[in-house]
């Protein structure tokens, strides 16, 4: 079964769930990664993932991966590292550095999803108010991050990095924390793997996103409730 190829200048996104099963969830191709496709993508529970030779490709798996702001799952290692506190985290202060850090090979053939183009596109919804970064510094050098898109009351999370121990796991822990006073419903994770697993998120059926994306891609978050949408802030919690 061939999968549609969008148009290049409007494309339109065919209904998510008629993704195919193998490669699972793969849904559609071409179109581009103007703010404004990506941003109906993702209302959609739709969203782009490809590599540098490929073309767009657009996915929307049977089964999701979420995280409940609530359900965030502190290990006593991590638990012990948040006591510890030597270290400080933002949010929206460096969003072009996370992405880039993100985007850095992790693999010996040196390949990355987040392709340049792709960093091009985010950073510019991030300008818009729509993307976000989550960032843990140790003194002046940043050491783990995350980012992803804020889209009504969930949070579809791209990617995250560490170059210190638990440091992504602290950025994920304090976007869980916020979130469970801000009103942050569902992290979506997108795919299933073990480490999200660890920290407390679960597979959810393909049906069952759709309708709680549909519920809450039209409330009012605001991301920067501590302040203006997309000006650097710091979070400080005692855990």
């Keep these: 079964m061939q999968i549609p190829l969008l148009d290049q200048e409007d494309p339109q996104f065919p209904d998510p769930r008629s993704a195919l099963a193998e490669p699972d969830g793969l849904l559609a191709a071409g179109g581009n990664l103007h703010p404004s ?23 929307s798996p049977a089964i999701r ?41 992790r693999d010996m053939e040196g390949g990355t999803w987040i392709t340049d183009e792709m960093i091009a596109a985010y950073i510019d919804l991030h300008h818009q108010g729509y993307a976000h970064s989550v960032e843990v510094w140790h003194e002046d050098n940043l050491i783990g991050g995350l980012y992803g898109l ?15 121990a638990d440091a992504s796991k602290i950025a994920m822990a304090h976007l869980c924390r916020w979130g469970s006073e801000a009103g942050l419903e569902l992290i979506d994770c997108q795919l299933i793997n073990p480490h999200l697993l660890s920290l407390g998120a679960k597979p959810l059926d393909r049906g069952v996103f759709l309708s709680k994306l549909q519920d809450g891609r039209e409330k009012a978050l605001d991301w920067g409730y501590l302040g203006s949408s997309n000006s650097p802030q710091t979070l400080e919690y005692k855990w």
Aim: with cysteine.
């Design 65 to 105: 991966c979420v995280l409940e702001p609530s359900q965030f799952h502190r290990s006593k290692s991590l638990a012990k590292a948040l006591r510890r506190n030597n270290y400080s985290v933002t949010t929206n202060r460096a969003f072009a550095a996370v992405i880039s850090a993100c985007s850095d090979p």
């Design 37 to 59: 496709t990506l941003l109906c993508a993702y209302r959609q529970g739709i969203f782009p993932w490809y590599q540098d030779d490929d073309p767009i490709l657009w996915w």
């Design 150 to 164: 804020a889209i009504g009351s969930l949070f579809c999370g791209e990617s995250m990095f560490s170059r210190s």
